[in-house]
């Protein structure tokens, strides 16, 4: 069964850091691309980043483009988010979701929350 | 970056109807286009992929169709689990944008 299990999420200040880290399990995790999809409370989905299987290929969404860093660790079935300069329009859940283009596993989100 | 705009934004259907979704892109999306349903506190689920193709154990009340710019989500009669909210995505280029939800709601 496949799992991806998100960690990191909480309260930041704006203008700081969080790293969210997903673990994956149930499948061959250096063999699949990976991606961040964000939800803010109340709101739609809104895709984030996308890592390719040997991290050679990374894009983001132009809203997070130069604030965030996404990279995996395949030897762990990790993939991380280093997320910096926070905004309060950062808060949301964050999820974590296998395949380049539709998703059809996702994690359960951890919840990211940006306020002074 | 390709713009998705889905009607209406709450649809309102008594059990055993037919439930209509719609959704448009700013430009073409080909057949690059993915619906998901997602109830409160869940992670989104995938229902449809390449317009028109059923995701794994996704029943056959659910089908997609259309291409280029215009898209239709049809739930051909609504069961009680159906009620949700429904978005599209296009996969056709980056970055990947979704629209803004269609939200199912009990008449």
């Known amino acids: 069964e496949v799992q991806l299990v998100e960690s990191g999420g909480g309260l930041v200040q704006p203008g700081g850091s969080l790293r969210l880290s997903c673990d994956a399990s149930g499948f061959t995790f250096n063999s699949y691309e990976m991606n961040w999809v964000r939800q803010a409370p109340g709101k739609g989905l809104e895709w984030v980043s996308y890592i390719s299987i040997r991290a050679t290929s990374i894009y983001y969404a132009d809203s997070v483009k130069g604030r965030f860093t996404m990279s995996r660790d395949n030897a762990k079935n990790s993939v991380y988010l280093q997320m910096n300069g926070l905004r309060i329009e950062d808060t949301a859940v964050y999820y974590c979701?296998?395949?380049?283009?539709?998703?059809?596993?996702w994690g359960q989100g951890t919840l990211v929350t940006v306020s002074s | 970056e390709i713009v998705m705009t889905q009607s209406p934004a709450t649809l309102s259907v008594s059990p055993g109807e037919r439930a209509t979704l719609s959704c448009r892109a700013s430009?073409?999306?080909?057949?690059?286009l993915a619906w998901y349903q997602q109830k409160p506190g869940q992670a989104p689920r995938l229902l449809i992929y390449?317009?028109?193709t059923r995701a794994t154990d996704i029943p056959a009340r659910f089908s997609g169709s259309g291409s280029g710019t215009e898209f239709t989500l049809t739930i051909s009669s609504l069961q009680s689990e159906d009620f949700a909210v429904y978005y599209c995505q296009q996969y056709n280029q980056w970055p990947l944008t979704f629209g803004q939800g269609t939200k199912v709601e009990i008449k």
């Open positions: 390449g317009a028109s």
């Open positions: 979701v296998r395949d380049p283009t539709h998703f059809q596993h």
């Open positions: 430009q073409t999306a080909s057949s690059y």
